[in-house]
């Protein structure tokens, strides 16, 4: 007797192949069979009539680090579908870490994490990865944050490292990847990656080949200069034969894609990812002029206070962001006497205080200490470059989720639903097969997470169960917090954690590592 049986459902295996009709067993944590299961008999049967049955979805860019050990159930991307997130994501995490970089991490990363009460015991890579171990609800992978590594070895230093720091940061990026980590992300728009050169991530991603990881970057730019942020990338995969796969590639298609095809004709194994809305979100300190974030929160704190280096912001940012700033949705901010501005637009909030604009964000980033985060509605591309851009074959799903806050961005609710729902039924962007294989396989392959993101026997039981005619994203820019539609059951290592679209309480996540 098998522990698990599901019965006539719609086989979409996640490599992308026509779907097909049978029956799923399980056995523990894994698929046991696959085919028409006549007489075989289970602890439980879950009739499929009508349903997709898939694998479970893989989210390869999630801000989930700290959420998930306060809100182990997940319920946002449980109900989505998701499946495995993975966590270290923009070069910024909390491991490796000594106490001083912990410090200065849980301060910095507030505005994405928030202020949980947790044990902070935990300073390896390792140590880290054993909070979710079967206390959480989805299965977790972790990338080594190359910010994280820098500020260990230079603190925020704006120059090259040493000869002994680089050694030193190849010997972190070397412990992460022995404690379990399937590659190096960063986030080269952040304090402090935003100083480091090429030859520091070359070094770096050097040790990452040798462990058969992956590098994971957030480019130097998004916007004009996005054609040269990708180049760096490509290069850095050229140079040392690391795999490159780049974050939220948000930018105009027929500028980004012609880049990924030439290197993947040339023989470099380059991927990327992006979720289906025409905005973003990151910290409101983000747009600060580079030299006002010099030196950390304390340094930006009391440089904003001065009224000479406002009227200099204010010079610098009116050939960037003057009339834009109706573009920007304030997200979430620490205290309680600043919440009123969420879900206000910028504009909207500087007019409810009665400040100018620019003393406005300086007040704010001063009163809550940078911990704001802002949903940016893109200028720079349009509908036609998303759906180009999902209908590359090296393109993949993600969330890039920030939970925080009363008005989180609504990819943290809606993205896997929103491409089946819209982009698949509704506009026929993708077939069904191919859009599973960009949240399965593609994904799981591109970390090293074996076993998964496949319907195959032997394989373990993460999958999905929804119905293809209702399943359909809520969630919307101002009301963000809702749960989708026709996504019914969830099952992760084995174990239902959604049914019939209710958590069931269960959290046997594990923490993926590498190979």
């Known amino acids: 007797m098998f522990d698990l049986l599901i019965r006539n459902g719609r086989i ?27 007489g075989t008999e289970a602890a439980r049967v879950i009739d499929a009539q009508g349903h997709v049955v898939c694998p479970g979805f893989v989210d390869p860019h999630s801000h989930s680090d700290l959420y998930l050990l306060t809100h182990p159930h997940h319920e946002p991307k449980i109900r989505q579908g998701v499946t495995t997130e993975v966590l270290g994501q923009d070069g910024i995490s909390y491991a490796p870490v000594s106490d001083r970089g912990m410090a200065y991490w849980r301060e910095y990363w507030r505005a994405v994490d928030g202020q949980p009460d947790l044990d902070w ?3 390896g890579v390792g140590e880290f990865l054993a909070r979710f171990d079967q206390r959480v609800s989805p299965n977790v992978a972790y990338l080594v944050p190359h910010g994280t590594v820098r500020y260990e070895v230079m603190g925020l230093a704006d120059r090259p490292p040493t000869e002994g720091e680089l050694a030193r940061m190849q010997e972190l990026v070397a412990q992460g990847m022995e404690e379990g980590a399937v590659g190096l992300s960063t986030g080269l728009t952040y304090l402090p990656a935003f100083y480091s050169t090429t030859e520091e991530l070359l070094a770096c991603c050097r040790v990452v080949a040798r462990y058969g990881g992956v590098y994971v970057t957030h480019l130097r730019d998004y916007g004009e200069h996005i054609s ?27 500028e ?18 992006n979720y289906p809305y025409l905005a973003g979100c990151t910290l409101l300190s983000h747009f600060l002029p580079r030299w006002a974030q010099a030196g950390g929160i304390p340094d930006t704190v009391a440089r904003l206070r001065d009224p000479a280096v406002r009227e200099r912001i204010q010079r610098e940012m009116a050939g960037t962001h003057e009339g834009q700033w109706h573009n920007y949705l304030i997200c979430a901010v620490g205290t309680e006497a600043n919440q009123c501005y969420e879900g206000l637009s910028l504009p909207e909030a500087a007019e409810a205080a009665g400040k100018g604009m620019v003393d406005f964000i300086c007040d704010l980033i001063v009163e809550e200490r940078l911990a704001v985060t802002v949903v940016q509605y893109h200028t720079h591309r349009a509908e036609e470059d998303l759906r180009a851009m999902m209908r590359h074959p090296a393109h993949m799903v993600c969330t890039d989720a920030i939970l925080l806050g009363s008005h989180p961005h609504p990819r943290g609710y809606g993205t896997y639903p929103r491409y089946l729902g819209h982009y698949v039924r509704q506009e026929g962007v993708l077939t069904l097969e191919e859009c599973i294989r960009k949240m399965t396989s593609l994904p799981a392959r591109r970390f090293g997470l074996r076993d998964r993101g496949l319907l195959c026997e032997g394989f373990f039981a993460d999958l999905v169960i929804f119905d293809p005619d209702a399943v359909q994203d809520t969630a919307t820019f101002a009301e963000p917090r809702q749960y989708p539609l026709g996504i019914e059951t969830v099952i992760v290592n ?12 269960a959290v046997p996540g594990r923490a993926l590592k590498r190979g």
């Not at 979409?12 to 944590?29: K, L, M």
């Not at 084995?494 to 309480?505: F, I, M, P, T």
């Open 121 to 123: 015991g935990w300073r």
């Open 494 to 505: 084995g174990q239902v954690v959604l049914d019939n679209s209710r958590h069931a309480g």
């Open 256 to 273: 980004c894609l012609p880049l990924i095809d030439r290197a993947r004709a040339g023989g470099l194994d380059v991927t990327f990812e």
């Open 12 to 38: 979409v295996d996640g490599t992308g192949s026509p779907w097909y009709r049978a029956d799923v067993s399980i056995q523990g944590e894994h698929i046991a069979a696959i085919g028409h299961l006549v």
């Open 228 to 254: 040269e942020a990708i180049k760096e990338a490509l290069t850095i995969g050229r140079e040392t034969g690391v795999p490159v796969h780049i974050s939220h590639l948000n930018g105009r298609a027929e």
